[in-house]
């Protein structure tokens, strides 16, 4: 970058130097100098010289050093240059004459000396010259950059501060000074901002503040390279946002509520009716084939009818089952998934393992419902999926929340996060947003051919009721 920068400096100067001032009436002056001096030393060699030698040689090539001096402080390397290319012109009759008249070789020497002078002295003042000009550029630059800032920091709506190193407020646009008072520069942050060493990382964090209304901090650093003080936080308003995501949550809530209720509503319709009504049939059915004397075509057909309906029994109870567990209420969590766990072991094809860690403790009942549903999801994606030999649940019970874990050693996916409905993953999508109406989350590590790990994190908002552990 110095090489290229060194270039284009160099290019700078040489195009300069092909362009001097010549509508400048102070230049031609000093090339009016040059032409007396040289005049003088033209008249030194011819006549002063044929009476005797007391003029001292070489001294007009040296006075020559004045003007070009001059012509390089003023006019840089364009002015000593243009300078000096006269003197020598100006020099070329005087190095003609004979012998006995001229010093052609000391003038010789001399002239180069002023023309070395002229080049050189004239090349660091034109470096010195651009080397300033490029500095101004970059401040002025910078200034108009700063003045930018500070009409946006005082017009930002966004009430904006600017801590130090210290954490005290330097600095605070009319907005923040609206919301925190006047005093707020030169104190520390508020401290209901709730930032006791402000920094980037303080950025995402959602505060309320006195006035009701939430905002989100976003910290920024503006030292050198973006690293260290001072720092500017800026208070975005999310009240709106935050009402609206708080809706949305009721919603999903109320939604989820609404099909519990309808899976209890048709899981009693099918135990009260259809069930009953095929439990009736088997029986009628089993009846009449052991009636005397019937054909064996007929007790045949009654007693596959029969068994018919007795499957039929066992598929309604099971999906009276899948819609409302009846032994949630009574039995708990931990009972409840124990129980549908074993039930998806399939011998040879699939081992299960259900695992309790920590004390057991009795939930909410939509707590209990909702952790019931993520790992019921969670291990019906196994069975139908994952092509898993291998399953494992844990229910853990932490201090304050309630973590499931699904594990499997099946083919595993790429896991996009199975956020966007086009990517076909409604079950993740379910259990997230179940998840998400109590302020839980459902993380899912998944790689191809490396298995699949669904971890649900739900706070208990309530201390629960200890209960003792009864596990066959």
Request: aromatic share 4%; hydrophobic share 40%; net charge negative.
């Amino acid at each position: 970058m110095a090489k290229a920068e060194g270039g284009t400096d160099l290019y700078t100067i040489l195009r300069r130097a092909a362009h001097p001032p010549l509508s400048d009436r102070r230049f031609w002056m000093v090339q009016a100098m040059v032409v007396v001096i040289a005049g003088i030393h033209l008249a030194s060699d011819v006549y002063i010289s044929s009476v005797g030698s007391s003029f001292p040689v070489g001294l007009p090539v040296a006075l020559l050093i004045v003007p070009v001096l001059y012509a390089a402080l003023r006019y840089g390397l364009t002015g000593s240059a243009a300078t000096g290319v006269w003197a020598t012109l100006l020099w070329l009759p005087d190095l003609l004459l004979p012998k006995d008249q001229g010093h052609a070789g000391s003038d010789l020497v001399n002239l180069a000396l002023v023309d070395l002078v002229a080049i050189f002295v004239g090349h660091h003042i034109e470096s010195e010259r651009i080397s300033n000009e490029r500095v101004a550029t970059i401040t002025g630059k910078r200034l108009a950059a700063e003045a930018r800032y500070r009409q946006l920091f005082e017009a930002n709506r966004s009430p904006i501060l600017v801590v130090g190193t210290s954490g005290v407020v330097d600095d605070a646009n009319p907005a923040a000074r609206s919301m925190f008072g006047e005093e707020v520069v030169g104190n520390p942050v508020p401290g209901y901002l709730e930032i006791q060493n402000p920094s980037p990382g303080s950025a995402g964090r959602v505060v309320t503040l006195p006035n009701g209304h939430g905002y989100r901090i976003e910290a920024t650093s503006m030292g050198e390279g973006g690293q260290g003080p001072p720092l500017q936080l800026v208070l975005e308003d999310i009240t709106e946002e935050l009402a609206t995501e708080r809706r949305a949550t009721q919603y999903a809530r109320l939604v989820v509520q609404a099909e519990e209720e309808q899976r209890m509503r048709l899981s009693r319709e099918l135990h009260d009716q259809p069930l009953q009504v095929f439990l009736h049939l088997a029986r009628k059915l089993e009846s009449l084939s052991e009636v005397q004397d019937l054909p064996e075509e007929v007790a045949a057909g009654l007693s596959e009818a029969r068994d018919l309906a007795v499957e039929t029994v066992g598929v309604l109870r099971s999906l009276a089952r899948d819609l409302r567990p009846p032994a949630l209420d009574h039995l708990g969590l931990v009972r409840t998934l124990a129980g549908s766990v074993r039930e998806v072991e399939d011998g040879d094809r699939l081992t299960t393992h259900f695992q309790v860690v920590g004390a057991e403790i009795r939930l909410g009942p939509e707590i209990e419902l909702a952790a019931f549903r993520i790992v019921q999801e969670a291990v019906r994606n196994v069975v139908k999926h994952a092509q898993a030999k291998r399953l494992d649940v844990t229910v853990e019970f932490r201090p304050a929340e309630l973590a499931l874990t699904v594990d499997d050693d099946g083919c595993g996916f790429v896991n996009d996060g199975g956020t966007d409905l086009d990517s076909g993953h409604f079950g993740l999508i379910g259990m997230s947003e179940r998840a998400r109406t109590f302020g839980g989350s459902v993380t899912v590590e998944s790689t191809p051919g490396g298995g699949t790990t669904v971890t649900a994190v739900l706070p208990i908002s309530e201390p629960g009721r200890k209960v003792p552990l009864q596990r066959s």
